[in-house]
């Protein structure tokens, strides 16, 4: 079973910029996605990646803004937040599933195996 730990979590003014990091166990590639969840709102999709890093795919919130890069030779994956605004602020979950597909990704929540035990973003105006 791999564990998901997730850093990088912070305070930042708006228009600023943070990179959180999640760091799987073991060896074995995952497909990854981050979501988010705000105070009182339902957990939501931010962005996903395939095993192979060749396919991505963002929330329409965060396009242009945010990606989702990641080192396999780490077996990490990252969240690199741009142009932060207030309604960013949320605690960011990593999450990952197993696929033997290098190009599969999901933007559903339920289609993942594994999560991170979050990291708070806050995002002041």
């Known amino acids: 079973q791999v564990q998901l730990v997730e850093s990088g979590g912070g305070l930042v003014q708006a228009g600023g910029s943070l990179r959180l990091s999640c760091a799987a166990s073991?060896?074995?590639?995952?497909?990854m996605g981050w979501f988010r969840q705000a105070p009182g709102k339902e957990r939501e999709f931010v962005a996903a990646?395939?095993?192979?890093?060749?396919?991505?795919n963002y929330a329409d919130s965060v396009k242009g803004r945010f990606t989702i890069p990641r080192d396999n030779a780490k077996n990490t994956v990252y969240l690199q937040m741009n142009i932060l605004k207030p309604e960013d602020t949320a605690v960011y979950y990593c999450?990952?599933?197993?696929?033997?597909?290098?190009?599969?990704?999901?933007?559903?929540?339920?289609?993942?195996?594994?999560w991170g035990h979050g990291t708070k973003v806050t995002v002041s105006s």
């Open positions: 999450a990952a599933v197993e696929r033997l597909s290098g190009s599969y990704y999901s933007t559903s929540q339920y289609e993942y195996s594994y």
């Open positions: 073991g060896r074995a590639l995952y497909t």
């Open positions: 990646i395939s095993k192979s890093g060749g396919s991505t």
